[in-house]
């Protein structure tokens, strides 16, 4: 009896059909490929599918329990965390795609220059015909940088900034275990000491129910005078009204959100009008860089390799921590 895939993406190319193709037939499986606006034909296949490669709650939620291995396309994966009756089988294996290091180390760098060399308000005088350059700039050379997170994200953004010349990059973590990219990584039960020093603080931490309000308005008001604060990671992190106020007081010189609660942003949100806050919607990771589409099919066939033969899934989560 044939063993079969069911694979319901939007970002594949011929070629990347033709590497999982190739990986599949290695493996002993058969894959089928299912366009977004197949769903019906992928619900039908996924029926008989032992693993299913997708990003998709309503496909999941429609999988029999013979489903053995889900690979999400995605690298946030609590909402399947948080739900376990997504799945029929409860021992169903689940893996994410750490993937996105690069592309959102990148977004990263690019809205830290745009916060240190205060883009957001000359962005304003132009706005307003306006010509001056008189605000005076910081630079990634020589700041203080503080990441939640040492994961695939937080040491792809420790690494360019430690190219762009950082003085010092400090990581904190769950376990505080030492890692290369790191100056030096401490617990997260230490970050109430960490922050006062925190200039610039980057989250790139996962949804989980230990991470929601982690920066919350008392931790925020920790952080030192003109810090800028940077989240990747979930807008479930942060007291937003909050961040609001401390950047309108001018606590904070800058925050920069690409995630946010709720997702859109309501058109009434205090967020909108905050002052010197780069907003952008959920943008800094996403299967649209060619390189992360690229990494991600070679991540899900490796694995696939490593599941036929009985080896541990290098992206295996573990649903009861979130990650």
Same mark, same amino acid.
């Given at each position: 009896?044939?063993?079969?895939?069911?694979?319901?993406?939007?970002?594949?190319?011929?070629?990347?059909?033709?590497?999982?193709?190739?990986? *599949?037939?290695?493996?002993?499986? &058969?894959?089928?490929?299912? &366009?977004?606006?197949?769903?019906?034909?992928?619900?039908?296949?996924?029926?008989?599918?032992?693993?299913?490669?997708?990003?998709?709650?309503?496909?999941?939620?429609?999988?029999?329990?013979?489903?053995?291995?889900?690979?999400?396309?995605?690298?946030?994966?609590?909402?399947?965390?948080?739900?376990?009756?997504?799945?029929?089988?409860?021992?169903?294996?689940?893996?994410?795609?750490?993937?996105?290091?690069?592309?959102?180390?990148?977004?990263?760098?690019?809205?830290?220059?745009?916060?240190?060399?205060?883009?957001?308000?000359?962005?304003?005088?132009?706005?307003?015909?306006?010509?001056?350059?008189?605000?005076?700039?910081?630079?990634?050379?020589?700041?203080?940088?503080?990441?939640?997170?040492?994961?695939?994200?937080?040491?792809?953004?420790?690494?360019?900034?430690?190219?762009?010349?950082? *003085?010092?990059?400090?990581?904190?973590?769950?376990?505080?275990?030492?890692?290369?990219?790191?100056?030096?990584?401490? #617990?997260?039960?230490?970050?109430?000491?960490?922050?006062?020093?925190?200039?610039?603080?980057?989250?790139?931490?996962?949804?989980?129910?230990?991470?929601?309000?982690?920066?919350?308005?008392?931790?925020?008001?920790?952080?030192?005078?003109?810090?800028?604060?940077?989240?990747?990671?979930?807008?479930?992190?942060?007291?937003?009204? *909050?961040?609001?106020?401390?950047?309108?007081?001018?606590?904070?010189?800058?925050? *920069?959100?690409?995630?946010?609660?709720?997702?859109?942003?309501?058109?009434?949100? #205090?967020?909108?009008?905050?002052?010197?806050?780069?907003?952008?919607?959920?943008?800094?990771?996403?299967?649209?860089?060619?390189?992360?589409?690229?990494?991600?099919?070679?991540?899900?066939?490796?694995?696939?390799?490593?599941?036929?033969?009985?080896?541990?899934?290098?992206?295996?989560?573990?649903?009861?921590?979130?990650?």
């Amino acid at each position: 009896m044939s063993r079969e895939i069911c694979i319901y993406q939007e970002f594949l190319t011929e070629a990347h059909k033709d590497q999982i193709r190739a990986a *599949a037939q290695a493996a002993g499986f &058969t894959p089928h490929f299912f &366009t977004l606006d197949q769903f019906e034909e992928a619900k039908a296949c996924v029926q008989h599918c032992e693993v299913l490669y997708a990003h998709s709650i309503d496909l999941l939620r429609a999988a029999p329990a013979t489903l053995q291995w889900y690979c999400c396309s995605f690298a946030g994966v609590d909402p399947y965390c948080q739900d376990p009756s997504l799945f029929a089988n409860p021992d169903c294996l689940l893996t994410n795609t750490n993937a996105y290091g690069v592309t959102i180390a990148e977004h990263v760098v690019m809205v830290t220059l745009m916060l240190l060399r205060r883009m957001p308000e000359y962005a304003e005088v132009v706005r307003s015909r306006g010509w001056r350059s008189d605000l005076p700039i910081r630079s990634i050379r020589g700041s203080d940088f503080t990441i939640l997170g040492t994961g695939d994200i937080g040491s792809n953004v420790a690494d360019r900034l430690r190219g762009m010349g950082a *003085a010092s990059i400090v990581g904190v973590s769950r376990s505080g275990k030492p890692h290369s990219s790191f100056d030096e990584v401490h #617990p997260i039960s230490q970050l109430d000491a960490i922050l006062p020093s925190a200039g610039i603080l980057v989250a790139a931490l996962p949804g989980t129910p230990e991470t929601v309000h982690l920066l919350n308005r008392k931790r925020i008001s920790l952080l030192p005078e003109g810090a800028y604060v940077i989240n990747v990671g979930r807008g479930s992190l942060l007291d937003q009204d *909050a961040l609001a106020d401390a950047l309108n007081s001018g606590h904070l010189a800058g925050a *920069a959100l690409d995630v946010v609660v709720p997702e859109p942003l309501p058109q009434d949100h #205090p967020l909108w009008d905050a002052r010197n806050l780069l907003l952008t919607p959920h943008v800094s990771g996403n299967l649209t860089l060619g390189y992360t589409c690229d990494r991600a099919v070679q991540l899900f066939c490796q694995d696939l390799l490593n599941y036929a033969e009985g080896r541990p899934l290098a992206a295996l989560v573990d649903r009861t921590r979130g990650y």
